[in-house]
């Protein structure tokens, strides 16, 4: 497969569906880092919420039209004790998993982060746990840094 039969679109309603099974496998993924889940049925993301605002980026990755991958880019205030004032928070990154490693995601976060640049934004963050070696490498590959790891003791 040639990364040139992938379009990345901006999601639509009618997206809505296949969107929230990419979040329930997310989920699903996600149990083996984040012992503290609770049961399903379990909710991450306001996806209709998220698909109709202008500071939400929710985009899908297609393949002969099928929905494949997705990810949003969402702008978020600072602490007000840090700098930039205005960042952007990616989130809700998934692709399907036989298409894996054929460089979707990494298209996905490139349109996303020109969406960045068109909101001029200077920062971009996102959550990925410790545990997630697969995930931590792909994002280091883009240019993302390790920053601040949260830390949980449970007695």
Known sequence: MSQSNIKIRVAVPN???????????VIRYE??????????????YELEDY????????????????????GYAMIKD?????TPEKYAYLGFMYVIPNQR????????I???????????????QLDVYAENESAIS???KIGFKPDLLKMRLRH
């Open 110 to 124: 490139n349109e996303l982060l020109k969406w960045v640049k068109e909101k001029k934004l200077t920062e971009v």
């Open 15 to 25: 997206d809505l569906k296949i969107l929230k099974e990419f979040e329930q496998e």
């Open 78 to 82: 600072s602490e007000t004790f840090k």
């Open 101 to 108: 490693g054929k460089g979707i995601n990494r298209l996905i």
């Open 51 to 70: 698909i109709e605002r202008s500071d939400v980026q929710v985009l899908v990755a297609t393949l002969e039209r099928k929905p494949v991958g997705s």
């Open 31 to 44: 149990r083996a880092f984040a012992k503290n889940l609770k049961q399903d049925p379990i909710v991450y």
């Open 138 to 140: 792909a994002y280091e």
